[in-house]
């Protein structure tokens, strides 16, 4: 594709529904329902700026805080009915004599007006997200603010975002000392938020929250200025908005002296103090848990975070219910990590989900026994227990100073409406506290919150996806705007783009492309309509120059060829930058042969299809697309009656235990192994009749083959009914192994002959090495050029049997005596393939993508005629099936 013609998707819903489609994300509705609002709020914001009143305006403020010794009114700043003249905040801007400006209006009891004002201001709503931790806020908030089309726009940490606006304004104070100190409480929030709006009117603040009363009071009269001067703010939290205030704690603190970050040698400089890394080196740092959080704080992390890209952390205790300080700032620490996108090494005394107060554990799991839901979210929640003082003060003496009555007239039949200051102490001995055996309504929750989402970070960060990330990129500074615009520029592709994430979403995902790359150079010569088919990739269009006739093809051949043809269209009408320009050659036979993408090689590296002058460049199969065997169908349809079947057996009312207890398998027995000769047929004769098999040849009835439907066949999703499932390769492959390869199923087949682009992601458990008291076997030298490392029982997914059968009955005799080890080989099979998107059509699209890039890095086309042969569309070719 032209640089000049690339289109960017920026729509968060067309965006997120792309993520659906192609298997990045799991359908959500909730999260459907809030795509549509975030597409209404991209229109609003797509092409939004101040208007020319707001700019004025903020020019005015600037100038009346510079002149302010000098008793500037203001009257220019707005007309006299603006609603911003009846903020407090603006209230030294106009004069106090002003007639149209009540004496009412600047009371403490009128700030209320200037909150509903800001509301009715003329400028773009934004929007508050709020939701469960885990529920997709910060990704969907991230698909908006990635994609907006818009320079004056940042996206923020909300704990980032604090320590930035408390480091402005101490410079704001330190760069202006002559203003009084009766001004000093407004000004600086006034000028902060022209700060903003000048440099970043649309504002995203990614775990929104009032961590204690100072933040909300700075929050709450900074952003009523930011929404008056024409500001949008789109946030998330895991908090209603009524509910943030309930927060108690002390997240931050005022700054001492310098600026937020300062980097010296070993040495950082945090707000005027010096942060010593006891140990690091290129990016990386290495700590005792203790150092951690015994005396650091967020500006800390934050500065941490920002400096080094990989953290090693030693000595993490179970954290207990007298270490709720530690593991307060542990959580902020592990926010800052993430939200940077640092690499986490950890060592601790338990796993992620037995971190965190495992006294309450117990207690909640009796709870869930007999208990009501809101005692056993009481119960769970480690800091109740600290706000009961606090919370009995504010329902009995709430503190007041200014006010006597909460009602109309005393009310004696109601003490409560009356401040009595002795109530704190109980001295009146009349008045009845809460009832502590409930405390849904206290405070607290938001720390109940902060450590459901640690947890769920520890496992991310703890990952082997978040560890596989490499490249430019994958860590983001904070003070760093690695997200942001800049000079009109994203500064680095938008993160869900699937070039971006493919490596770390999909390990090892291209390793078949990367072997063939890896020797080197080759040619591309035309072979004619009589060879593979072949094709030209141009400026971002597929090009078809030679292909055999369709009569010439069987239509399982037609059918393999089209489908492969569509899974490259898409992986390139897909692509977010343009797949480069080459000539390629397409083999849909059941067997490789000379250089071109083909289903299948063989496994053996000294084979001859891997002689030098040969490549074989591994595609997925046609199947991923569509199989028009009716008992299979396609891989979308098949993967889904797998995962709804497996359910039944991960529901509270079954287990892998119910699965029927027998190897199972449907075949013909012609269609053998060129390498393997009479291997089907070896297999009806050695499972006949046992007990331990469901085994039988595929009944076509009157002679029927090929695409019609056996009348014993099973649906391939019924499979997955057993606790063993046979494979066996046809003449060169299997395009039915993937099937078998979704369900949580014990896969039991000779060694694997011929590789797929994924096969090499089996890890292989071999039966000669079990007790089993049967006949041993010798894997052959090709067998261990092909496979050279055997797993342990706990380590493998699957399991090679002797190539003759001989020992597949003692084989499933001890798979059946040993459930625990059979189980786990057919969980990690399914949690691999499927459970990590291997044959989701998101690593389909990914693998494709990189098997072009490899291929045209090492084809060479130049003497062989491919300057004058262009060919037709594929689009052409699609409906005709003809050159």
């Known amino acids: 594709m032209k640089p000049g013609t690339a289109v960017t998707i920026t729509d968060p819903f067309v965006k997120y529904t792309s993520l659906i489609a192609t298997r990045v994300y799991q359908p959500d509705a909730a999260q459907y329902r809030l795509a549509h609002h975030l597409q209404k709020v991209y229109t609003r914001l797509k092409d939004y700026t101040p208007s020319h009143e707001y700019r004025r305006r903020i020019g005015l403020i600037s100038k009346a805080i510079d002149e302010a010794h000098s008793g500037s009114t203001g009257r220019d700043l707005a007309s006299p009915t603006h609603p911003i003249r009846r903020n407090p905040l603006f209230a030294r801007f106009f004069s106090r004599n002003d007639s149209s400006i009540s004496k009412e209006t600047l009371a403490l009891a009128r700030v209320l007006t200037s909150y509903q004002a800001a509301l009715h201001v003329d400028s773009p709503k934004g929007l508050f997200l709020s939701g469960e931790v885990g529920t997709g806020k910060s990704m969907l908030l991230d698909l908006l603010a990635d994609g907006l089309p818009n320079r004056h726009k ?125 140990h690091q080196h290129a990016g990386v740092s290495s700590w005792d848990f203790s150092d951690l959080v015994n005396s650091l704080g967020p500006a800390d992390y934050v500065t941490l975070a920002s400096n080094y890209h990989t953290f090693i952390i030693d000595k993490v205790p179970v954290l207990t219910l007298s270490m709720k300080n530690e593991a307060r700032r542990f959580i902020t620490l592990l926010d800052a990590l993430y939200e940077a996108r640092c690499k986490l090494v950890m060592r601790a005394a338990a796993g992620p989900d037995g971190l965190f107060f495992p006294e309450t554990q117990a207690t909640t799991r009796s709870a869930r026994e007999g208990q009501d839901d809101d005692l056993e979210a009481d119960l769970a929640d480690a800091t109740y227990s600290e706000t009961m003082a606090e919370v009995y003060q504010d329902q009995i003496a709430p503190f007041r100073p200014n006010v006597s009555y909460y009602a109309d007239a ?147 051949m037609l059918n393999s060829r089209t489908a492969s043809l569509h899974q490259l269209h898409r992986a390139m009408l897909t692509s977010p930058s343009p797949l480069p320009d080459t000539i390629f050659s397409l083999n849909f036979q059941d067997q490789p042969f000379g250089t071109a993408w083909t289903y299948s090689r063989h496994a053996d590296p000294q084979h001859a299809s891997h002689l030098p002058n040969a490549r074989s460049f591994l595609m997925p199969h046609f199947s991923f697309w569509a199989w028009d065997l009716p008992f299979i169908g396609s891989m979308s349809r098949a993967a889904k009656a797998i995962t709804a079947l497996e359910a039944e057996y991960a529901s509270p009312r079954g287990r892998w235990g119910d699965k029927i207890s027998k190897a199972v398998w449907r075949g013909t027995t012609w269609f053998n192994s060129v390498h393997s000769p009479g291997m089907r047929q070896k297999l009806v004769k050695t499972a006949q009749g046992q007990p331990w098999a469901d085994v039988e040849p595929l009944d076509w009835g009157n002679g029927a083959g090929g695409n019609g439907n056996a009348t014993n066949a099973l649906p391939i999703e019924g499979f997955c009914r057993y606790k063993y499932v046979i494979h066996t390769e046809g003449i060169a492959y299997s395009g039915r192994f993937q099937f078998l390869q979704m369900c949580a199923s014990v896969v039991l087949t000779p060694p694997i002959l011929w590789m ?20 041993k076997w010798t894997p052959t030298e090709r067998t261990r050029r092909a496979w050279p490392v055997g797993y342990k029982p706990e380590e493998a997914n699957i ?33 691999l393939f499927v459970g990590g998107g291997y044959f989701s059509p998101a690593a389909e699209t990914c693998y494709w993508r990189a098997l072009v890039r490899g291929w045209a890095k090492m084809a060479r086309t130049e003497g062989h005629g491919w300057e004058e042969t262009k060919g037709i569309p594929f689009e052409t070719f699609s409906l005709t099936n003809t050159v």
């Open 799 to 831: 399991v090679f049997v002797a190539p003759d059968w001989s020992d597949l009955a003692e084989t499933v005799e001890w798979l059946e005596k040993n459930p625990d080890v059979a189980e786990g080989i057919a969980r990690r099979q399914r949690e």
């Open 410 to 556: 005393p009310d004696s039949s109601s003490p409560a409406t009356i401040y009595d200051p002795h109530q704190e102490t109980d001295l009146s001995g009349s008045t009845k506290g809460p009832d502590f055996t409930k405390t849904t309504p206290f405070t607290g929750e938001d720390e109940r919150f902060a450590y459901k989402r640690a947890t769920s970070r520890l496992w991310e960060l703890c990952s082997a996806r978040w560890h596989a990330r490499s490249g430019e990129g994958w860590w983001m500074p904070l003070p760093r705007e690695a997200r942001h615009w800049e000079g009109g520029e994203v500064s680095r592709p938008m993160p869900s783009a699937l070039d971006d994430v493919c490596e770390a979403y999909f390990p090892g995902l291209t390793k078949e492309v990367d072997d063939m790359v890896a020797k080197g150079p080759f040619e591309v010569k035309q072979t004619g309509d009589l060879g593979p088919l072949q094709g030209r990739i141009q400026d971002g269009q597929l090009y078809i120059i030679h292909a055999q006739r369709k009569s010439d093809l069987s239509t399982e």
């Open 756 to 775: 797929q682009h994924v096969t090499h992601l089996a890890k292989p458990l071999f039966s000669s090495e079990l007790e089993h008291g049967g006949k």
């Open 154 to 278: 940042r996206r923020w940490h909300f704990n980032t975002f604090m320590l930035h606006a408390l480091a402005r304004l101490e410079a704001f104070r330190k760069a202006r000392p002559h203003l009084s100190d009766e001004a000093a409480p407004e000004y600086p929030l006034l000028w902060l938020a022209k700060e903003l709006i000048e440099t970043s009117p649309i504002l995203f603040l990614d775990e929104f929250q009032l961590p204690d009363r100072a933040a909300s009071k700075i929050m709450s009269h900074l952003f009523v200025a930011f929404f008056q001067l024409g500001g949008v703010l789109v946030a998330s939290s895991n908090r209603m908005p009524e509910e943030l205030e309930k927060a108690a704690g002390g997240y931050f603190q005022p700054p001492a002296t310098g600026g937020l970050i300062e980097t010296l040698l070993a040495t950082l400089t945090v707000y005027g103090r010096r942060l010593t890394v006891p």
